[in-house]
């Protein structure tokens, strides 16, 4: 039986672990807070792991899921570290949306202690967590990921090799910043609209059958803008992050990017302003607060 150890039990790791925990996994599970893990495995009668080092010892394959890269790199090392349990050729599989970079150090780590390593960040958001039909984008080897897909596909419909260690990532990091730009050009247009004249709702209403649409005019601005809403999904300090990644990835390939910069500007503003805690779409909010005007 393959073993599989998760760490980061957070809004979107909780519910990929659990349809792990639905399989014949032999699951063991690790979280920072550690009434989370313990939570976790009394509901889903799985093992849970005093630490990293615990939950990694004889796992075939570990599935890792924090907020950014470091939080990865930082539980490498120490009595109760990674690197204290993972065993060799043992595969981690890290589904934080993290950075090329980082994730190239780790694999290298990893690597002169015969472990392998993905970088396999997601896609779908916390419902197609709940769906099992995450979209998985993978950097590494792609042997290494055909003998963890039967793993990956648990959670994920659609698993994508996208080139070497941290290609994952920044396809990762650039479609994040897209759904960025749509968030917030989509708001300037419709605060635009109202104050010529236009309800939101009308404006939508075109835009959702015409070439300006996307998933934050079909789906966000009416399910969560106009109704105010506003639910808490994926945090506004993470889509922060994705963007400033996508920027970083530009400025180090060269590549001239001035709207990714200012994107990555902006939401590093809307970030500060809004706090640790707001949802990715209240955004929204803080460009009604620059504007003086509600879309609704
Ligand atoms: P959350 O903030 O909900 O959860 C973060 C998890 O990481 C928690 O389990 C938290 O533990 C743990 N953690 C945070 N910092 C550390 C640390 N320094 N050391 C150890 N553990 C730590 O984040 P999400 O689950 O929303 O996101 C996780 C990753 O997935 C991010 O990279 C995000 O960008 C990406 N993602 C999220 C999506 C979403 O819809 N939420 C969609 C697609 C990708 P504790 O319980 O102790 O706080």
Do not use: Y
């Not at 976790?40 to 849970?48: L, P, S």
């Not at 993470?238 to 180090?252: M, N, P, S, T, Y």
């Amino acid at each position: 039986m393959t073993t599989v150890a998760f760490l980061g039990l957070g809004a979107i790791g909780t519910p990929m672990a659990r349809h792990l925990a639905a399989g014949a996994w032999g699951l063991r599970v690790w979280n920072r807070t550690t009434a989370r893990a313990a939570e976790f495995a009394r509901a889903h009668d799985v093992t849970h792991a005093a630490s990293p080092a615990v939950a990694a010892r004889g796992a075939d394959v570990i599935i890792t899921c924090f907020p950014v890269s470091g939080d990865v790199e930082s539980l490498l090392d120490g009595p109760d570290g990674l690197l204290a349990g993972l065993t060799k050729g043992s595969v981690l599989v890290d589904c934080t949306s993290g950075d090329p970079a980082t994730s190239q150090r780790i694999a290298a780590r990893l690597a002169s202690h015969g472990v392998a390593f993905l970088d396999a960040p997601v896609s779908g958001g916390v419902a197609g967590a709940d769906a099992g039909t995450l979209t998985v984008m993978v950097g590494g080897d792609a042997a290494v990921l055909e003998r963890v897909r039967p793993v990956l596909e648990v959670f994920g419909k659609k698993i994508v090799h996208c080139g070497a260690i941290g290609a994952g990532d920044a396809v990762k990091a650039v479609n994040n910043a897209l759904l960025a730009l749509h968030l917030w050009s989509t708001a300037e247009g419709l605060i635009a609209l109202r104050k010529a004249g236009v309800a939101p709702d009308v404006a939508l209403d075109v835009i959702n059958t015409s070439s300006g649409r996307s998933n934050a005019s079909m789906n966000l601005f009416p399910e969560r803008v106009l109704t105010r809403a506003f639910p808490r999904t994926f945090r506004l300090a993470l889509l922060d992050k994705d963007v400033g990644i996508a920027a970083q990835v530009a400025r180090e390939q060269k590549s001239p990017a001035p709207l990714l910069q200012l994107t990555a500007e902006l939401f590093q503003a809307a970030h500060r302003a809004m706090g640790e805690e707001a949802d990715h779409v209240e955004v929204v909010k803080f460009i009604e607060q620059l504007t003086g005007t509600e879309i609704k």
